[in-house]
């Protein structure tokens, strides 16, 4: 339910006290076609930009409060108002331009769901449906895209997205376990 434009469940306030951190790390690499899933990933990977990732994560219980509990057609409708609000909340990383790109990619995921069924198909089928796996000798030869994942984004820009760059998307896909790194 909304309250003072805020999100909050029936716990009120303390559903967001959790660690964002260590929520998103349980998450990252764990193979997931949940839509709402997908969203909270892709709107970390926006706010991560010039951040750690840690810097970022660690903001998800905000995200969720901010964002209508990070339901998609709610934060697809919200205006300017909202995005001033979200950008006056102390507790937020108060960037304008990763806030209305978190409203835009929910404008744009309620497209692709429309087109494909589901944000997740729509990822899903670049892979055909079966995580990629990259391989690499040793860790620092981890490389941060790669050529699937430079398309996707790619794709993901000619569809509205912002915040999307290659290195945005791979990691993107990565916390999704869409894409998983193996040495």
């Given at each position: 339910?909304?309250?003072?434009?805020?999100?909050?469940?029936?716990?009120?306030?303390?559903?967001w006290?959790?660690?964002?951190?260590?929520?998103?790390h349980?998450?990252?690499?764990?193979?997931?076609?949940?839509?709402?899933?997908?969203?909270?990933?892709?709107?970390?990977?926006?706010?991560?930009?010039?951040?750690?990732?840690?810097?970022?994560?660690?903001?998800?219980?905000?995200?969720?409060?901010?964002?209508?509990?990070?339901?998609?057609?709610?934060?697809?409708?919200?205006?300017?108002?909202?995005?001033?609000?979200?950008?006056?909340?102390?507790?937020?990383?108060?960037?304008?331009?990763?806030?209305?790109?978190?409203?835009?990619?929910?404008?744009?995921?309620?497209?692709?769901?429309?087109?494909?069924?589901?944000?997740?198909?729509?990822?899903?089928?670049?892979?055909?449906?079966v995580?990629?796996?990259?391989?690499?000798?040793?860790?620092?030869?981890?490389?941060?895209q790669?050529?699937?994942?430079?398309?996707?984004?790619?794709?993901?820009?000619?569809?509205?997205?912002?915040?999307?760059?290659?290195?945005?998307?791979?990691?993107?896909?990565?916390?999704?376990?869409?894409?998983?790194?193996?040495?």
């Amino acid at each position: 339910m909304l309250k003072g434009g805020i999100y909050m469940d029936a716990h009120d306030q303390t559903c967001w006290q959790s660690n964002g951190t260590k929520e998103y790390h349980a998450y990252f690499g764990t193979p997931t076609h949940n839509d709402h899933i997908l969203f909270e990933l892709l709107t970390v990977g926006v706010f991560q930009v010039g951040l750690s990732w840690q810097a970022a994560a660690s903001k998800l219980p905000v995200y969720r409060r901010v964002f209508a509990g990070m339901d998609i057609a709610k934060v697809a409708a919200f205006d300017q108002a909202d995005i001033e609000r979200i950008a006056a909340e102390p507790a937020m990383i108060r960037n304008p331009q990763k806030i209305r790109a978190t409203v835009t990619n929910a404008r744009a995921i309620l497209a692709v769901q429309h087109e494909f069924g589901s944000f997740a198909a729509y990822l899903w089928q670049f892979v055909n449906q079966v995580p990629l796996l990259i391989k690499y000798q040793a860790p620092e030869d981890v490389d941060h895209q790669a050529p699937l994942t430079t398309k996707v984004a790619k794709d993901m820009k000619r569809r509205g997205f912002k915040y999307v760059g290659p290195i945005v998307t791979h990691m993107f896909m990565r916390a999704a376990g869409i894409v998983q790194v193996m040495d």
